[in-house]
Structures are given as C-alpha cells and as structure tokens.
C-alpha cells in the first residue's frame, strides 16, 4: 500500500495571512495523482485541489496553490489569504493508477482560522 | 444533482446484529469505494468495485462484505457488529482519473 504521511495534526493560521500545509508520500510509481481534500464540520468531503504527476507546473485553484516536488515526493498545499470558511480538517490524497484506482489518504490536517 | 448518497446519516447497532450501508450515484462512474473515518487515521479503503459485478478488497475489509450489482449501486454489508466496527462510513466514485465524489458519511456506533 501507498503510504501518505502529514506530519502536522493541527495548525492555526490568522485570518488574510498565509499558511501551507505539508504532505508527503512514498510510492515507486511513476504515474500517478495527488489531492487536497477539505474536510469542514458537516463532514462532506470537498475537493480543494488536483495535481497530475506528469505535470510539472504546480496546480493553483484561486487562493488555493500547492508545490509539488516530484523528486522529494511532497506536495504541499498553500492557502492564502486565509478565511474563517477555510477552517476545517484537509486530507492529503495520493491515487493510483492501477485496475482499481485506490485513493490512499493521510490522517489530517485540522486547520484552525482566526478572527 | 444527486451524486453520491448513502443512507442512513446515523445508525447504532447492538454488537452481533447486522446492517447495510446503502450508497447510490447517479454520475454513471466505474469505480466505487467504501472508506472508513476513525479519529486521527484518516480514511482507510474498505473495499473498492471498478465496475458492476467486479470487487475487491482494501487495506481493511475483514467483517465486511460488498456486492456491486449495478453501475449505481455499492452497498455494504456488515454482517456481525463488532465494537471496533465503530466508525464513520464513506462511500465515494470516480471515473478514471478524476477526484473520488464523496456520499455526507454515515455515523455508525456498535454498543
């Protein structure tokens, strides 16, 4: 199994400022996609970003960016200008291509925004 | 915009009963997942279907057992409650190399 790891259990950020948060993954593919999903109270999970692996430029969704090190198998997620609607729970995410398609996810991340 | 639905949101079961997770898509994806959420592991795969009649196991599928009949469907059986079976429930799909869609979870406690 693929082994997705973030190592930060809980963050705070203050509100308008920037926070990242870390992902890393360790996998002998090639070929291969990763996400960001947010995860807020209701606890729907909501796609916050995708990135292919063949891809070298960084995927950016509005104020949501990541930077992803092929090499160093990271991929960590930067939010900007942070609001209180961002405060919730992300999940790192790590697909396979294979007959199956397995999403492997990390524990989590709880970011806190502050008014 | 139906998308992903599993039923029920809540459930508390009594140790050796057994149930069904029920979860519908109506986006006419191939792949289908059931994860579990316990605190501080994040979602783990149960078991997963990339089509109708074809399954298989995940990371965690023991007490558990799956049957996919239709493209739409993906329910999941557990057949004797188990106190470790409790947890928080997800069934997801996707197509191919798009994000997993997720159903709200469905809460389930074993006493």
Known sequence: AQTVTQSQPEMSVQEAETVTLSCTYDTSENNYYLFWYKQ???RQMILVIRQEAYKQQNATENRFSVNFQKAAKSFSLKISDSQLGDTAMYFCAFMKLNTG???????????TVIP | NAGV???????ILKIGQSMTLQCTQDMNHNYMYWYRQDPGMGLKLIYYSVGAGITDKGEVPNGYNVSRSTTEDFPLR???AAPSQTSVYFCASSYSTTEAFF?????????
């Open chain 1, 40 to 42: 807020p109270p209701s």
């Open chain 2, 78 to 80: 557990l057949e004797l």
């Open chain 2, 103 to 111: 159903g709200q979870g469905t809460r389930l406690t074993v006493v």
């Open chain 1, 101 to 111: 398609n397995q999403f492997y996810f990390g524990t989590g991340t709880s970011l």
């Open chain 2, 5 to 11: 639905t599993q039923t029920p949101k809540f459930r």
